[in-house]
């Protein structure tokens, strides 16, 4: 019997029942993130006790992984300074799923969400009836596909950066690339090269720079998922 091999396995978009339970949970797990450092103030602790008990009565819990159980279960002020910062990074991943169930726009590629206008979008902590659990519905898998190809693109981009800085004629060479798919038609073009906000992207601000990397590989993360890449959401890979 021939060996199966993973490029031969043709990717299995998420249903837009589990879109919808997945953006839930990623509210969720920001929120916990967001409010680590509010262990002091009043309703604090509480509130992270509501929110297991509200995922499952709004039934996403089927799509909590054990790890974001764990993290939401932990009282506040005992998660460590990554696991909080991770934490408050899912909200960009968030941000593409309230995007893909018409829920909310996405912000530019280099401005970060606010989560939580994102999450009351979808009615966080709020009953069934008030989520997209209750109507899920997703846009056209065409308009996710050109917006997972952009975010590629550009997350390829900012990590050439790393290991080859200075400008260059990224247009001639996405126009010579034999993988992909790529595209450009909804970036920024400064002296064909990629620019975020104005800026041609090897004179960005080192800071702006982390900051529209670390957004933009939330967003892959997410995109990636949607295309199906891989069913565990914290197995899904961006590589470029």
């Known amino acids: ?9 043709e990717p299995v978009p998420p249903t837009a029942e589990r879109v919808a339970a997945r953006a839930m949970v990623l509210s969720a797990v920001s929120c916990r993130g967001a409010i680590e ?13 509501r929110i297991l008990p509200w995922i499952e ?5 089927s799509e909590l992984e054990r790890a974001e159980t764990s993290l939401i279960a ?9 696991a909080r910062f991770n934490a ?12 893909a169930l018409h829920c909310a726009e ?16 979808m009615g966080f902590l709020e009953d069934r009836e008030n989520t997209p659990l209750h109507d899920p519905r997703l846009r056209d898998i065409a308009e996710i596909e050109k917006w997972a190809d952009m975010y590629l693109t550009l997350h390829w981009r900012l990590r050439l950066l790393e290991s080859d800085p200075g400008p260059k004629d990224f247009v001639s060479c996405v126009a010579r690339c034999n993988w992909g798919p790529l595209r450009l038609d909804e970036l920024e073009l400064v002296d064909n090269d990629i620019a975020i906000d104005g800026v041609r992207i090897d004179k960005l601000d ?22 199906g890449l891989d069913p565990v959401y914290s197995a899904v890979t961006t590589d470029t």
């Open 74 to 82: 932990t009282p506040l002020g005992m998660l460590d300074q990554k």
């Open 1 to 9: 019997m021939e060996e199966i091999q993973d490029d031969d396995i």
């Open 206 to 227: 080192y800071n702006k720079y982390r900051q529209t990397l670390s957004i933009v590989q939330e967003r892959h993360q997410a995109f990636n998922w949607l295309l």
């Open 88 to 99: 408050s990074w899912q909200s960009e991943g968030m941000a593409v799923l309230a995007w």
């Open 37 to 49: 450092t509010d262990a002091e103030k009043p309703g604090a602790e509480e509130l992270r006790k």
């Open 57 to 61: 009565r709004i039934g996403a819990a």
């Open 106 to 121: 996405l912000p530019p590629v280099h401005v970060q969400c606010e989560p939580a206008d994102t999450a009351n979008a």
